[in-house]
């Protein structure tokens, strides 16, 4: 299959499936894949890691976990990363995205340091620069240290966005040579909905003010973040990763349009806004005052916030949001979900990944980039997540090579979007594929493949399957 980018500077033109390889980091466009710490490092007894809300819930419920597989193994990056490091070239990459384990630098979130763990992203960082190849190092990917949340009630205590600030402060100090550009949070938004409105993560509130709490002091400890990045270093560059997006309403009837502009408001802009505009938006600050949840701040936070705002934005994007009004009036003794102003609106007629069930709306990617254009000033941008999901992907295997041509379709029509996107303006400075190597998923353990390089279970083996020999060639 042919497709990819290349050509000059400023224009990014359609051109030969070189993959992420042959094309252009002539034009300085990044070409690579992401992942994070504890999706693929793995533990060892004596590795020093601490505990974090994963490690625990998994050790106490394992039984919540898909077939029982948690994170104490993963793909076991933390023993084959060298082997693994020298993928990224044969896979054609010019960038790549992990993430560093809080709890494996200081394994009680704060105070003490694991020297071993320090030592070792030390060592990765070192070999991929080795390689000329563009590191994004993201400081946190849902994995709080346990020791924060036994003692001091997570991120619903504001004291975490301090413990955070001095990890950060530390990995800027550290590794600010190696890394070319830091991430602060990955999709903050996801542990605040799964974690305190829906028993889908731990710590399994269901408490909308202490939902809010929790994403206020994740987006104060972000700005804290970009604020000590900056102190360390003024050149250093720092973003965050957002799912951004946009929420399609059912039909254009006021209280579809309604539902969907309140659903941007709590999955998108409750971070979007305050990370790139310094502010939050005055609608959801209503919302939030109405029915008495804003959390405890003060003006000196808010100064903070509006100061220290991201220098580019990474983007995460699989799937749309498609929402309708709410059929039914909430019952006034249940908790405050999201449900009380728009549900999930399933199309007839869309575009599906049979292989796991999310819908396919390439345009969406599009829409993304003409929102970030016209309405966050065109901060530049980079594409941190796309991917494509398979279950049992094994039946695809022919001559031993899993032969993922459904893959590169997906990526095929994601690029033509974004190569659209940029045509038309848009600041997108890099595509990053969800991911690498097959990892883990938080809930859905090795069920799902996204990986240009096949992982097996039971030998930890490596094999490239389909596109990722081709950008070998
Ligand atoms: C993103 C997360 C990733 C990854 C991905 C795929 O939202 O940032 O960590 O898990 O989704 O989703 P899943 O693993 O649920 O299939």
Redesign the pocket.
């Known amino acids: 299959m042919c497709l990819g980018f290349g050509g000059g500077c400023a224009t990014i033109e359609l051109v030969e499936w070189g993959g992420l390889g042959h094309v252009s980091s002539s034009n300085g466009f990044l070409w690579g894949s992401?992942?994070?710490g504890p999706?693929t490092e793995g533990r060892l007894a004596q590795d020093g890691k601490g505990d974090n809300l994963w490690d625990y819930w998994y050790r106490i419920e394992p039984n919540r976990f898909y077939q029982g597989q948690g994170p104490d193994k993963t793909s076991t990056f933390y023993e084959h990363w060298e082997e693994d490091l020298d993928l990224l070239l044969e896979t054609g990459h010019t960038a790549f995205r992990t993430s560093i384990q809080w709890s494996r630098i200081f394994p009680e979130g704060r105070g003490e340091i694991n020297q071993a763990g320090v030592d070792f992203y030390r060592r990765v960082f070192e070999k991929i620069k080795e390689k000329g190849i563009h590191l994004l190092v993201n400081l946190y990917?849902?994995d709080l240290p346990m020791a924060l949340q036994e003692q001091g009630d997570g991120w619903e205590n504001k004291e975490t966005a301090y413990a955070y600030q001095e990890y950060a402060r530390f990995c800027f100090k550290t590794y600010g040579d190696l890394v070319d550009q830091w991430i602060t949070f990955?999709?903050p938004i996801?542990p605040v909905e799964f974690g305190y409105f829906y028993d889908a993560h731990f710590p399994h509130k269901v408490d909308a003010a202490a939902a809010v709490k929790v994403a206020y002091h994740t987006q104060l400890a972000s700005s804290l973040a970009v604020k000590a990045c900056h102190e360390v270093d003024p050149n250093y560059r720092i973003g965050i990763?957002l799912?951004l997006t946009p929420a399609y309403p059912r039909s254009q009837h006021p209280a579809d349009v309604k539902a969907a502009r309140i659903a941007e408001l709590f999955q998108a802009k409750s971070f979007l806004d305050p990370s790139v505009l310094g502010h939050y938006p005055e609608e959801l600050v209503e919302i939030l005052r109405e029915r008495d949840l804003l959390p405890d701040y003060d003006p000196f936070e808010l100064r903070l916030i509006e100061e220290n705002t991201v220098d580019y934005l990474g983007v995460?994007y699989?799937q749309p949001l498609r929402v309708a009004a709410p059929r039914y009036a909430p019952n006034p003794a249940s908790p405050l979900l999201f449900e009380q102003f728009y549900e999930p609106y399933v199309m007839p007629g869309r575009k599906i990944n049979p292989h796991?069930g999310?819908e396919i709306y390439e345009q969406g990617l599009y829409d993304i980039a003409q929102n970030i254009k016209e309405n966050y000033g065109n901060i530049e941008w980079i594409l941190t997540?796309n991917?494509m999901?398979v279950e049992g992907e094994e039946k695809f295997r022919k001559d031993g090579v899993i032969q993922d041509d459904y893959r590169i379709d997906f990526v095929k029509d994601h690029l033509r979007e974004l190569h659209r996107a940029i045509q038309d303006g848009a600041n997108c400075k890099g595509y990053l594929i969800?991911?690498f190597i097959d990892?883990w998923?938080?809930?859905?353990g090795y069920?799902?493949r996204?990986g240009l390089v096949e992982l097996d279970l039971e030998s930890q083996k490596r094999t490239l399957k389909n596109p990722a020999i081709g950008l070998k060639n």
């Open positions: 992401s992942t994070s999706q990917h849902f990955n999709e996801v990763v799912n995460n699989y796991r999310w997540e991917g999901g969800w991911t990892c998923s938080w809930l859905n069920k799902n996204y």
